[in-house]
């Protein structure tokens, strides 16, 4: 738009020249000059409408001086010699991780911080964002368009180191990592604001501690495992004992029960009984009595 105005007036300041008698293309300078008045009449106008997409605002300036309304999205006529900068107003995210192509910037790029207890912690992090709307125009006049570099990076990464000192490691891979991402959201979210930024919310992707820590969680979470699988084992042997004392603590009484409970005459029943049925048993041959006890010889022939 403004280069169909600049070369509008090339033509015209060409169109003058050319009017010379002694210049040969003198007769081309009308033409130059239609030509240059209908690239500046174009120039001018087209400039004068400016679409703003959805999702953006455009953020006004004038020979540099930033204007303080923006542009929402839509068809806008303005004035042609204004130079309008949209600014991206969705949610936008950042990544800093420790995989060389999953973050915003190549190679590793997670967040090294020292911890209470003196090691090293390596935190993968995404921060979700916006610019507000209202305030687009201070961070262009303040920050420029690139605001990503100059305050998300950094401010993050700062606020991140200086909230991780206050926690041992394990903490932060374990019982206060909630608490810590919460502290460092409520102060990244405040250095924002201050810049006309929006935090939405804070992602902490994955906390990795030190070779010799993991190892020690390892050890320790092994060794409840085998004191909860002791435990287990220690009760399923005190069931099945108590199952034997029931059982043997039944067989007892069956036997109590059965001496106190048989007379000699009943025994000499059941012995004259079990005699008559091996009588009748086709293979028995021989029975010999004796008439003063229940003493008996079988003799049998299968």
Known sequence: MILLIIIGVIL?????????????FSKFSSLARIIGIVLILLGVFTSAFQQINAGTVGVKSLYGNVEPDVLDPGLHIINPLLEVTN???????????????????????AIRVLSNDGLEVVIDLTVLYRVSAVDAPTIFKEIGVNYVDKIVRPV?????RDNAVFYDAVALYSTKRNEFQDGIFKSIEADFKTRGLVLES??????????SVKKTIESKINAEQDAQKMVFVLQKEKQEAERKRVEA????????????GLTNKQLRYETIKAQKELAASANTKIIFMNGKDDSSIILSDK
């Open 12 to 24: 015209l300041i060409m169109s003058f020249t050319l009017k010379q008698d002694q210049n040969p």
């Open 87 to 109: 600014f991206d107003i969705q949610t936008q995210n950042y990544t800093m991780s420790s995989a060389p192509t999953e973050g915003n910037q190549q190679g590793d790029d």
């Open 156 to 160: 993050t990464r700062t606020r991140i």
């Open 202 to 211: 804070l992602l902490i992707r994955n906390i990795n501690l030190p070779t």
């Open 249 to 260: 603590q039944g067989i007892a009484d069956y036997q109590r029960i059965i001496s106190s």
